[in-house]
């Protein structure tokens, strides 16, 4: 299995003061591996993050609300992110990975309601957790049933070569990292395009991340500007904000979360359209009151 990079253990504040109540709107916690052991034949296995560690980012940054994203790293099993949900209290929301709905009796799904969960994510398939056409059904069923979101990973040659699976959900559908586009093509990647289409229809929202990866130009990531703009002004009552802490599966040391937060200060125009990106559009997507 490969060594990943963790995350940089000196989060700084920002240059820009955030709106109280901001949330991130996916990070991960990983370990102790001795508590939380991970599934066999996962794909990647990352340096121990704990919650305590995002704690203590999220306060250096300004973040009071967060939404903790179940890894494939655990698969079906969700310890790791409830307990982490539990430990950093209210203000904290949840998402599983769709892989539960193929095991997971009601008893369990209301387990996880109950300690906050309130989507759940399909994966890309590259990372070893894919669904049958059947088990995709179910999954969407009983996302319904909840009241949840669906989450879509992209896949890293972008969002637009599995759209077709998800564009007739009528759930809130939130598409993450930007639909992981080129940043070359800018606003003619064809994912941009179909992320802006489906921002249309209502129901589909999008997440601001990655950009680090995206870039093709590398920090401070400049030529991600125009994907954002394209994406805000599409939807923007639709579109959340998340660091992706502790940035799984880098290959590269990971940024500084305070880079990230600065950089879509530059995204966008005015205090207005930050408080709704990190604070009005996560409370009503997550259910944050």
């Known amino acids: 299995m490969p060594t990943y990079f963790p ?42 993050a704990t919650v305590a560690a995002a704690m203590k980012m999220h306060r250096t940054l300004g973040i009071q609300r967060g939404v903790i994203v179940q890894p494939t790293t655990y698969g079906a099993d969700h310890q790791a992110t409830l307990d982490g949900i539990a430990a950093a209290g209210a203000n904290y929301r949840g998402c599983a990975n769709a892989a539960v709905f193929q095991s997971a009796d009601n008893a369990t799904l209301a387990k996880l309601h109950a300690g906050g969960i309130r ?14 056409p059947r088990d995709f059904a ?30 007739a959900l009528d759930v809130p559908v939130l598409i993450d990292h930007m639909g992981r586009p080129n940043a070359a093509a800018g606003r003619d990647d064809p994912s941009v395009k179909k992320v802006l289409e489906l921002l249309s229809k209502g129901n589909f929202w999008v997440m601001l991340s990655l950009a680090e990866k995206i870039s093709k130009t ?72």
Request: proline share 12%; with cysteine.
């Open 138 to 167: 179910r999954a969407t069923a009983r996302i319904r049933e909840l009241g949840w979101y669906a989450k879509v990973q992209p896949e890293t040659a972008g969002f637009a070569e599995q759209a077709a699976q998800y564009e």
């Open 218 to 289: 590398g920090p401070p990531w400049d030529d991600v500007i125009p994907i954002m703009r394209a994406l805000i002004e599409a939807a923007p009552d639709r579109v959340v904000w998340a660091s992706d802490w502790p940035h799984p599966v880098s290959t590269s040391q990971p940024p500084n979360e305070a880079d990230l937060v600065e950089l879509l200060y530059r995204a966008t125009h005015d205090d207005a359209e930050r408080r709704r990106i990190l604070v009005d559009n996560p409370a009503k997507l997550f259910g944050f009151t």
């Open 119 to 132: 989507g759940a994510r399909f994966s890309r398939q590259s990372l070893g957790i894919a669904l049958s």
């Open 7 to 48: 995350f940089d253990p000196h989060p700084r504040a920002p240059a820009v003061t955030l709106p109280p109540l901001a949330c991130d709107s996916q990070f991960h916690v990983f370990g102790p591996r001795e508590i939380y052991p991970v599934r066999p034949h996962a794909a990647y296995e990352m340096p121990t």
